[in-house]
């Protein structure tokens, strides 16, 4: 009786890991040595020459993150790609996420663009297309920054594939590089100034409190200053980085989901010039 209820217990563990695991290889730890691509993923990388998706040490956390660089084939570029999938052609899933969210860093020339592009499909890679995400950045956020790429869905219903791609594309630029890292399915983010200019630096207390899965979070700043709205663990573990940029001055509203996140106490913390404020907010599922 005992040694059936294990493997029932365990079965149904191995059931959760592989659902909160959609995505596949999502930190770029796993590397093919073979053909120098990420395992489960597809690469458009020459035959002979530099890749241009290649292993890079420069990581968002763990050990490994997939780099993308512009190299030059015959004198032309060849802007990288990267597909998800062993084929490039995507994987299961099983819920209809709001977004695709992961990390990057960027560093482009003038006209240079990062994009990531998710797509949702009912009936495998070659069903019917029910929903799709962008995003695009063609700016250097200066370090590790959370993207998140919002999915609209035309559809009604739960898609069973998705399929994710990553480029870098220029004017013709050499060796412009993005990287990616930490990648995730979750709610979509979003920031928006919501009062005039206020007084003083404030961090003001999360509503809803304790929430499921999202919560507000406001936040006031007298000057422009370079703003950094974190959400760590009580291990001190960073779950999500909200805001990374420089921002004029007002009051600014940003949403959190805690999709995927264990119940818990969280901490959200504001920088922004010299001032450093933190609240505890409590997810209760």
């Not at 040490?57 to 780099?67: K, Q």
């Not at 919002?150 to 219903?157: A, E, L, M, V």
């Not at 207390?205 to 950094?228: A, L, M, R």
Request: with cysteine.
């Amino acid at each position: 009786m005992v040694k059936s209820l294990l493997m029932i217990l365990i079965t149904l563990l191995f059931q959760i890991f592989i659902s909160a695991q959609e995505i596949p290889n999502p930190g770029f730890e796993n590397w093919n040595g073979g053909t120098g691509e990420p395992v489960d993923w597809l690469t458009n990388n020459p035959p002979s020459g530099q890749g241009t998706v290649f292993q890079s040490l420069n990581s968002h956390s763990g050990m490994w993150s997939a780099a993308l660089t512009v190299q030059s084939v015959g004198g032309f570029p060849l802007f990288p790609v990267l597909s998800a999938g062993a084929d490039g052609m995507g994987f299961l899933v099983s819920q209809r996420y709001e977004a695709l969210n992961g990390f990057y860093e960027f560093t482009p020339d003038t006209g240079d663009i990062f994009s990531v592009a998710v797509q949702m499909w009912s009936g495998g890679a070659q069903g019917t297309l029910m929903g799709s995400g962008v995003f695009i950045s063609t700016i250097d956020p200066g370090n590790w920054t959370q993207f998140s790429a919002p999915i609209t869905y035309s559809q009604t219903g739960t898609p069973d594939w998705c399929n994710i791609i990553f480029t870098v594309i220029t004017k013709g630029n050499i060796l412009t590089t993005a990287v990616v890292d930490d990648l995730s399915f979750g709610s979509a983010s979003s920031v928006e100034q919501i009062d005039e200019i206020p007084k003083s630096y404030n961090l003001s207390q999360n509503y809803p409190n304790p929430f499921n899965p999202t919560t507000n979070i406001e936040y006031s700043i007298p000057k422009q200053s370079y703003v950094e709205l974190k959400v760590y663990d009580v291990l001190g573990n960073e779950v999500a980085t909200l805001v990374n940029e420089e921002q004029s001055a007002g009051t600014y509203r940003a949403d959190f989901s805690g999709e995927g996140l264990s119940s818990g106490l969280y901490i959200a913390q504001l920088t922004a010039g010299n001032y450093v404020q933190t609240i505890k907010m409590s997810l209760l599922k």
